[in-house]
T-cell receptor, first 112, second 112 residues
Framework: EAGVAQSPRYKIIEKRQSVAFWCNPI?????LYWYQQILGQGPKLLIQFQNNGVVDDSQLPKDRFSAERLKGVDSTLKIQPAKLEDSAVYLC??????????FGPGTRLTVL | GDSVTQMEGPVTLSEEAFLTINCTYT??????LFWYVQYPGEGLQLLLK?????DKGSNKGFEATYRKETTSFHLEKGSVQVSDSAVYFC???????????FGTGTRLTIIP
């Protein structure tokens, strides 16, 4: 079974630029999550989708971050414009509704 | 709100030593508890879990017991190997909520 795929693995941008991350969850997993992991901290949930609907986006900075999952499969997370404090690893995870979330390898973003 | 406090690292041990990584939690309900592991260059993987008080989760020689009276879920292994070198995250999922709340992670290095 293929795992959660994410791209790109690394991205370096300058502040005020925009960036987008892509996630392909495990086939058949209805729930998809985006987490932000700042260096030295644990992952923090940004947004949770159930199929193509948003379940929880309470910690998403909506003035600059947006996410979509139009067909209930792949998802894209966008930052526009980026700030220095957005430097982090962005993790995508999926689940089939049980206890276990399966994580992708993450995208490491550096904002200069 | 929910929170997880982990033993700060980094932790360095010799091969075959006994390992304990402390984890305590605060939750409003009756959470499920998890240990995730992140090997170098890889995504987070579920190591073990426990869903109710006094449950013991175990995997790959690691164990953790859900202690409601002390709100703890300490990770233990009797004899560590070099291949156990990784970052370990304690996490909780409160009842009725799929969101994971993570601790800050503990970096473990095992030297031969």
């Amino acid at each position: 079974e293929a795992g959660v795929a994410q791209s790109p693995r690394y991205k370096i941008i300058e502040k005020r630029q925009s960036v987008a991350f892509w996630c392909n969850p495990i086939s058949g997993h209805a729930t998809l999550y985006w987490y932000q992991q700042i260096l030295g901290q644990g992952p923090k949930l940004l947004i949770q989708f159930q199929n193509n609907g948003v379940v929880d986006d309470s910690q998403l900075p909506k003035d600059r971050f947006s996410a979509e999952r139009l067909k209930g499969v792949d998802s894209t997370l966008k930052i526009q414009p980026a700030k220095l404090e957005d430097s982090a690893v962005y993790l995508c995870a999926s689940s089939s509704g049980g206890d276990t979330q399966y994580f992708g390898p993450g995208t490491r973003l550096t904002v200069l | 709100g929910d929170s997880v406090t982990q033993m700060e690292g980094p932790v360095t041990l010799s091969e075959e030593a006994f390992l304990t990584i402390n984890c305590t939690y605060t939750a409003t309900g009756y959470p499920s508890l998890f240990w995730y592991v992140q090997y170098p260059g890889e995504g987070l993987q579920l190591l073990l879990k426990a869903t109710k008080a006094d449950d013991k989760g175990s995997n790959k020689g690691f164990e953790a017991t859900y202690r409601k009276e002390t709100t703890s879920f300490h990770l233990e292994k009797g004899s560590v190997q070099v291949s156990d070198s990784a970052v370990y995250f304690c996490a909780l999922r409160d009842f009725g909520n799929e969101k994971l709340t993570f601790g800050t992670g503990t970096r473990l290095t095992i030297i031969p």
